[in-house]
């Protein structure tokens, strides 16, 4: 026993606004009757799009499902692909078994098993083909089911005589039937060859909706009240903008207009993101490259460090090396050599002699005058020899013996060539004289 509350509460588990895509609202008039009951069963005899004029999808979408049959193959093969769970049985309906011809007019729900129909259409400028397909009963379609079937659906454009008079089992009976009752593409009435058959089965007639006429089985006189009224504002239904009813047009042409802007604006982001990736294999390539200059300027810079570190370990052992030979006995001692090897540098031999003498010199005029007697006997001779005289005496000034002439100095006027020439002087001071001038001058240049 199903669970179900009152008709027309619609309780829809996970959806809340309805959305229709059926033809003409069969499936807002169908949920009004039917919506209360979970998980419920439906039967779709020519099926066709499983969204376009779709009467089954808005069920499907909330949990029922059920058998779709469809004798063209691309709709066949599209229903299995969008309708999970579903059945779909790929074939004609009618009282014939096995294999039947079907006139028909491709991309478009007009297919049909009757001849004066498709010769209508021929007539009326459409395409007819011919394709064999195969056949099956009613009742065969019924023994797909798993369960009650809770509404029935027959859409086969003219051939809705023979599809009623295919069942013969009355074990199934459908809670709602809607018949399409209208000849394909006209408003004329189709209905009387077949209606006796469903009123014999204990159906009652409860609502034509222009197009389609709505029967309710005997065992649920409680539906009946669902059918009322058609499609109106109470239902609180959405069009879904897919079904082909003029009504939908407007819809359509706006739908076609925003898929075309977001067809458009997908372009230009898959060029945005093209780029974007682009511009971000670019930025890793630069990056790569900062990288790696990076890492090799921090080997350089490591190399640089460590050869610094060595340097300054270098000097550090070069400096303690250089005061070890400062305080050596040896440096000291060599102290000598490196004055006179400094001297010689700077005046050759002759001013190293010079220098030698110089001390000399004066140690020997500061041993005279700190002896009286013998600087007396000095100074005599000296005064035979005024130029040696002055020259002395201005030496040992410089060399802070004496602070003026004093007892050196001499008479004026007298020049030491004319001492020489008078041979005032002995051969061997002479020769002292002449040693004493060469010097002096050696000195002065």
Same mark, same amino acid.
């Given at each position: ?80 692909? =969008? ?24 991309? !478009? ?155 458009? %604006? ?7 993101? =093209? ?25 350089? %810079? ?122 005032? %002087?002995?051969?061997?001071? !002479? ?15």
């Amino acid at each position: 026993m199903e669970e179900r509350s009152a008709p027309g509460t619609q309780a829809q588990a996970s959806l809340s606004r309805f959305i229709s895509h059926a033809q003409n609202f069969e499936d807002v008039l169908l949920w009004r009757a039917v919506g209360h009951v979970a998980s419920g069963f439906y039967v779709d005899i020519g099926a066709q799009d499983p969204v376009v004029d779709s009467v089954s999808l808005a069920f499907h979408e909330r949990g029922w499902r059920g058998v779709h049959v469809e004798p063209m193959p691309n709709y066949a093969a599209a229903l299995r692909d =969008a309708r999970p769970g579903d059945v779909v049985l790929e074939a004609a309906v009618g009282t014939a078994t096995g294999t039947v011809q079907l006139h028909t007019i491709p991309n !478009t729900g007009l297919s049909t098993l009757d001849d004066a129909v498709a010769h209508r259409h021929r007539e009326n400028g459409f395409e007819v083909q011919e394709l064999h397909v195969p056949s099956i009963t009613l009742d065969a379609v019924f023994a797909a089911a798993s369960s009650d079937i809770h509404w029935l659906k027959i859409d086969v454009e003219g051939d809705e005589y023979d599809v009623i008079a295919s069942w013969q089992d009355d074990t199934f009976r459908p809670w709602i039937i809607a018949v399409e009752s209208t000849r394909p593409l006209e408003q004329a009435p189709s209905y009387a060859a077949w209606e006796p058959m469903l009123l014999a089965k204990g159906y009652r007639f409860a609502l034509f909706d222009g197009l389609n006429r709505f029967y309710v089985a005997a065992q649920h006189p409680e539906l009946f009240d669902a059918f009322m009224a058609g499609a109106n504002v109470f239902d609180d239904f959405a069009l879904s903008g897919d079904a082909s009813a003029p009504f939908c047009e407007e819809l359509n042409r706006r739908n076609a207009e925003l898929r075309s802007e977001a067809e458009r %604006l997908h372009g230009e982001l898959t060029v945005l993101r =093209a780029a974007s990736a682009e511009q971000r294999l670019e930025f890793e390539r630069q990056l790569n490259k900062l990288q790696k200059v990076r890492r090799a300027l921090d080997v350089e %810079l490591l190399g640089q460090t460590r050869a610094a570190a060595a340097a300054q370990v270098q000097v550090k052992t070069l400096r303690a090396e250089l005061d070890g030979v400062y305080t050596s006995t040896s440096w000291r001692v060599t102290r000598p050599l490196r004055g006179a090897r400094r001297a010689l540098s700077a005046g050759g031999a002759r001013s190293l002699a010079v220098a030698m003498v110089r001390p000399i010199v004066a140690r020997g005029m500061r041993y005279a005058l700190a002896r009286p007697q013998l600087k007396a006997r000095v100074m005599s001779v000296l005064s035979r020899h005024p130029g040696v005289l002055v020259r002395l005496q201005r030496f040992a000034v410089r060399a802070g013996l004496a602070s003026s002439m004093g007892a050196f100095e001499v008479a004026k006027g007298r020049s030491l060539s004319s001492h020489i020439a008078q041979g005032a %002087l002995s051969l061997k001071a !002479t020769r002292i004289l002449l040693d004493l001038q060469r010097v002096t001058k050696e000195e002065q240049d």
